[in-house]
């Protein structure tokens, strides 16, 4: 059912009571048929706040609200604390787009959106954690090189060297040297 349909049909509230299997979430949440549709749409500003909800809100939300479980699945969310994907970001940008007067229109990137744009500027977001943008083998190759580096540098041959290296700097005080050698050069 396209979205403009599911907005002139009402919501039947009885199939959201029994729990549905994962898989056929959009299925459930679709109105159940066109017979049982009200005859033609109530008046927003004179309809009951259910009505308006069942007729006006629901077909458009609900979907979007399937959407972002499917994406929350994707994004790992229900494995995971903390994540990157931010569920109310992901349900603008799906209302937005699926929007009906912007029908002909392209897609619109989260933070493309003029509204958005306008509420960052005054409103600045902290940058997301690297932990967070990092994928899981990405972390860990992070993780695994920091792991072998800090126990090569436990070795006690290779801590002799650094030792004998920290120490030759010091005798030859190869920072002074350098200057002086740059200062010859600056003079020529």
Known sequence: VSLEAGILQPLHMEQFYSAPAADTVVQQLLPI??????????????CSPQEYLEYYIFPVLLPGMAELLHQAKKEKCFE???????????????????NPK????????????????????????????????????????????????YRVRCDSEIQE????????????????????FWTKQEAK
């Open 161 to 180: 060297l650094r030792q004998w290296q920290k120490q030759l700097r010091e005798d030859k005080n190869i920072i002074k040297r350098v200057k002086e």
């Open 102 to 149: 912007r029908k002909d229109e392209s897609f619109t990137e989260f933070f493309s959106i003029p509204f958005v744009n306008d509420w960052l500027k005054d409103h600045p977001r902290p940058p997301i954690p690297l932990s967070l943008l990092l994928s899981e083998e990405e972390a860990s190759i992070v993780i695994q090189s920091f792991w072998r580096g």
């Open 33 to 46: 048929s066109e017979a049982a549709a009200f005859p033609e749409p109530p008046d927003p500003k004179t």
């Open 80 to 98: 995971r604390k903390r994540t990157k994907f931010i569920a109310c970001d992901f349900l603008t940008e799906w209302l937005y787009n699926k």
